[in-house]
């Protein structure tokens, strides 16, 4: 019997997607997701800091999009891995 591999993109939206969706507009919500992707994208496999930088990078522009007081928009950034923001920002 053969099981295919997880995508870990799926596991990972799986655990977080609704928590990042739900909680986008909220800056302690944003905060403490980003430090749990952040610590996953310091992990041995390649395709699980992949797949946490991406998640991590969707979750900030959705969360910059939903919060409506720029100070919090501020404050998560400053929490931000910068390799995120340099995907987000181009």
């Given at each position: 019997?053969?099981?295919?591999?997880?995508?870990l993109?799926?596991?990972?939206?799986?655990?977080?997607?609704?928590?990042?969706?739900?909680?986008?507009?909220?800056?302690?919500?944003?905060?403490?997701?980003?430090?749990?992707?952040?610590?996953l994208?310091?992990?041995?496999?390649?395709?699980?800091?992949a797949?946490?930088?991406?998640?991590?990078?969707?979750?900030?522009?959705?969360?910059?999009?939903?919060?409506?007081?720029?100070?919090?928009?501020?404050?998560?950034?400053?929490?931000?891995?910068?390799?995120?923001?340099?995907?987000?920002?181009?």
């Amino acid at each position: 019997m053969r099981i295919r591999p997880l995508d870990l993109g799926e596991l990972l939206d799986d655990g977080f997607g609704a928590l990042a969706r739900d909680g986008a507009a909220l800056v302690e919500v944003q905060i403490g997701l980003q430090m749990v992707l952040s610590s996953l994208m310091n992990h041995s496999d390649p395709g699980l800091r992949a797949a946490a930088q991406d998640l991590s990078a969707q979750s900030y522009a959705r969360a910059a999009e939903a919060m409506t007081f720029a100070p919090d928009v501020d404050r998560l950034t400053e929490k931000m891995p910068a390799p995120v923001l340099k995907d987000v920002r181009g």
